[in-house]
């Protein structure tokens, strides 16, 4: 039995729409493989899901290629102007601040549930620094995947901890102190 000229049309449409999200996904993939081969591996500690892990590693890695504009692309909210140069300039700092410390070792601990929001606590180990950030789902209902809150463009205050986080990781057994 032959296929409808209509019919055919459409299974052309969807088999070629398939093929093009497969090579995006096949981009994505080998920019991910290529990114984790060239870094060192991230320490974790807590309970992170696939999607706040993966934010969490190109966060390190875009610090320690010191890619500004790529690492201010993972912020969240950046739809006015001046988020958006909050998140450039928290970009900045945090480059400044961090990206000597996230080219060696480094353990992320992940607080809390991360259903739609963690808590995340780095630690780079070669320069002894601390860091705290949350990344959460964005978008009314999570459709823009998951994100980094950048709103840091003070420098000290970028180069800063919060002061209820543990020296080493694991202090607080991933637990927000309430």
């Known amino acids: 039995m032959r296929a409808a000229p209509a019919v055919r049309a459409v ?15 096949d981009e994505d993939g080998l920019r ?4 984790y081969s060239n870094h060192e591996p991230l320490g974790v500690v807590g309970y992170p899901t696939s999607d706040s892990l993966r934010i969490t590693q190109e966060l390190i890695w875009r610090l320690a290629d010191g890619r500004t504009g790529e690492l201010e692309s993972l912020a969240a909210d ?9 998140a450039g300039k928290t970009a900045q700092n945090w480059i400044q601040a961090f990206g000597k410390g996230a080219g060696g070792k480094v353990t992320a601990e992940f607080y809390d549930e991360g259903s739609v929001r ?5 630690y780079f180990h070669d320069t002894t620094q601390v860091k ?3 990344v959460r789902l964005t978008g009314s209902t999570g459709e ?5 809150d950048m709103r840091e463009p003070d420098p000290k205050e970028a180069a800063s901890a919060p002061d209820w986080v543990p020296s080493t990781p694991g202090g607080l057994g991933s637990k927000t102190p309430r």
Do not use: H, I, N, P
């Open 78 to 86: 950046t739809d006015s102007d001046g988020a958006k140069s909050e």
């Open 11 to 25: 299974l052309v449409a969807v088999l070629a729409a398939g093929a093009l999200s497969a090579c995006a996904a």
């Open 144 to 148: 823009d995947g998951w994100r980094v």
């Open 118 to 122: 963690q808590f995340v606590v780095v």
């Open 32 to 35: 991910y493989a290529t990114d």
């Open 132 to 134: 705290g950030y949350s």
